[in-house]
Nanobody, 121 residues
Framework: QAQLMESGGGLVQPGGSLRLSCAAS????????IGWFRQAPGKEREGVSC????????NYADSVKDRFTISKDNAKNTVYLQMNSLKPEDTAIYYC??????????????WGHGTQVTVSS
């Protein structure tokens, strides 16, 4: 059964760092682009970052650019989101999703259940 599992969330102080992982099972990420999304209480889900199936191309939301880094290890079937200089407004549930093909698109084939990130002093 195809599954995505996020991990690495937690409570961190402003200015701190976290690394989220998105591990796939039941399918290989070699052929999937991966998107990271987040949803804060009372807000709509927003796209945070995307990485191509090869890992060669990435993009970021303006709100996280220069602070977050997405990477893909196809050998480990895992995608990472390194989050630095975290701000309270980064607090949200973070989800990863897999889209078959080379680049992220509007609809995704697989979703994880999310991991909570809380940035607070």
């Amino acid at each position: 059964q195809a599954q995505l599992m996020e991990s690495g969330g937690g409570l961190v102080q402003p200015g701190g760092s976290l690394r989220l992982s998105c591990a796939a099972s039941g399918f290989t990420l070699d052929y999937y682009a991966i998107g990271w999304f987040r949803q804060a209480p009372g807000k709509e889900r927003e796209g945070v970052s995307c990485i191509s199936s090869s890992g060669a191309s990435t993009n970021y939301a303006d709100s996280v650019k220069d602070r977050f880094t997405i990477s893909k290890d196809n050998a480990k079937n895992t995608v990472y989101l390194q989050m630095n200089s975290l701000k309270p407004e980064d607090t949200a549930i973070y989800y990863c999703a897999a889209a078959f093909g080379s680049w992220c698109r509007d609809e995704y084939d697989h979703w994880g259940h999310g991991t909570q990130v809380t940035v607070s002093s």
